[in-house]
């Protein structure tokens, strides 16, 4: 078991805690976490994007004059694409962008993840997060305190509503709850904030 410190809000080391190998030094699988990412970003589209084709486009398909003989080049209908108002070709209409990813695939990809970034020294133990009153100084001197440079993720087992509004004005800094956490969090923050209380439901739900 990985050993690492237990610190408070304001940066203190107020003890130490022990990190199962079997979540939190798991090999790091680069291409597994990439497909799992991609699918995740490819389920977050819509696919609602639709553009009106030359037969759905409203007017009439009478060809605007004749063949030959006015000197102008030769059209068919004024619903076709080089007109002004026509139709789109190869238009783009609503479509499932969705991809498929099983459970345990999910789950090793974030547990490989969550262990790389302990690996690289960018995750920090907190005895609790929380927050007494809604002020945003209070979560600006969290992130003093530790000297956090760069997107910040605090994964927590509750999202409460001083913690919602103390954070809210700062960008850097976003909190997730555990049965929310992704691998795609993960990798886009350069820093990882987990709770004690985090990382027990952590080990209640991916423990083996």
Do not use: C
Not at 62 to 90: E, L
């Amino acid at each position: 078991m990985a050993k690492v410190k237990v610190y408070n809000m304001q940066a203190k080391q107020v003890g130490e805690i022990n990190l199962p190998d079997d979540l939190f030094a798991v090999e790091y699988n680069e291409p597994l976490i990439h497909e799992v990412i991609v699918a995740y970003n490819a389920n977050q589209r819509q696919g609602t994007k639709s553009i009106l084709t030359r037969s759905e486009v409203r007017g009439h398909a009478k060809k605007p004059w004749r063949q030959k003989g006015t000197g102008r080049a030769r059209h068919g209908s004024t619903k076709g694409p080089q007109w002004k108002g026509g139709g789109i070709v190869f238009a783009p209409k609503p479509r499932d962008f969705s991809k498929k990813v099983n459970k345990q695939k999910k789950r090793y990809a974030l547990l490989s993840a969550l262990s790389t970034k302990i690996k690289d020294g960018q995750v920090v133990v907190l005895d609790k997060f929380g927050f007494d009153a809604p002020k945003t100084k209070d979560a600006k001197a969290f992130i003093d305190a530790f000297k956090f440079s760069g997107s910040t993720l605090v994964v927590n087992d509750k999202n409460d509503k001083n913690i919602k509004l103390s954070t809210a004005n700062i960008p850097s800094l976003s909190i997730e709850e555990v049965d929310n956490l992704n691998v795609y969090e993960v990798v886009a923050n350069k820093n990882i904030v987990l709770s004690q209380s985090a990382i027990k439901q952590l080990e209640e739900a991916y423990a083996e």
